[in-house]
């Protein structure tokens, strides 16, 4: 697997390969959840390529920014194993080379949820993702359900700005006791992590929105939010000062 560090070299990369191309953007600390996305990747293009940037302007929160987890040596080892026949891992002086001056924002879906728990969070997500599909122009570009209203956002601002590159979203890989695989899974505590579930069990649950929530804060988590959308339940918590967020089917 190519290591790029520049986005000449992505594009010199991409002049190269004949077909399809198949693009999963991701910040790093790859778990299993990653690699079905890029293994849909190399199914379904003729190559594979993933990004590994750890994106500061989508962090409301400095802290944990500093604290995401850093494994690139594994990430590279994991995307390759999963089939992928390139990374592009820049710095962050290359993708904000503007100092950050321009930036994408949505008016609707990004205002919810997500867009008011972390103010400024989608804003970051869009520009930068904007700015990765414009220097590796894929075929298809993959994305996770777990953050699903993230996957709404990226589709239509593909689809708003003209983008010749289809959004796909897929399906949210879960441990087996139903825990959504997550980067920031790695910080639980051993108790934290059995408790963890709890909350894609609470979210499946037929139960009223309150009832889940109360659910959830009786059973130590602290809600930031359970709610409805686009015929799915939404919900975040907090547990051992980690943010879990998750979604279902409602």
């Known amino acids: 697997m190519k290591i790029l560090r520049s986005a000449d070299a992505v594009r010199a990369w991409t002049r190269g390969v004949s077909g399809s191309i198949g693009f999963v953007p991701t910040m790093g600390a790859l778990h299993e959840g990653h690699s079905a996305l890029i293994e849909r990747a190399v199914k379904e ?19 944990d920014f500093e604290s995401y987890p850093i494994s690139l040596e594994a990430d590279c080892e994991m995307a390759s194993k999963a089939g992928a026949s390139a990374a592009y891992v ?4 290359e993708i904000y080379k503007d100092g950050q001056l321009f930036e994408i924002r ?36 993959y994305f996770g359900e777990k953050d699903y209203q993230q996957f709404l956002l990226i589709r239509r601002m593909a689809a708003a700005f003209f983008l010749e590159c289809e959004i796909i979203p897929c399906p949210t890989v879960r441990a087996a006791d139903g825990l959504a695989l997550s980067s920031r ?3 639980l505590n051993r108790a934290g992590r059995e408790l963890a579930p709890k909350l894609f069990r609470t979210l499946k649950n037929n139960e009223s929105l309150e009832a889940a929530q109360g659910s959830l804060e009786d059973g130590g988590f602290l809600v930031e939010y359970i709610e409805e959308h686009w015929g799915r339940r939404f919900g975040a918590v907090r547990l051992d000062d980690v943010r879990l967020i998750d979604n279902v089917e409602a």
């Open 185 to 187: 899974n790695q910080r």
């Open 90 to 93: 820049p710095e962050s002086a």
């Open 45 to 63: 293009c003729d190559t594979a390529i993933i990004s590994i940037f750890v994106n500061p302007t989508q962090f409301n929160n400095s802290e």
């Open 106 to 141: 949505e008016g609707l879906i990004s205002q919810e949820m997500e867009g008011r728990a972390r103010p400024g969070h989608f804003e970051g997500v869009l520009t930068v993702v904007m700015k990765l599909l414009n220097i590796v122009k894929p075929t298809r570009a």
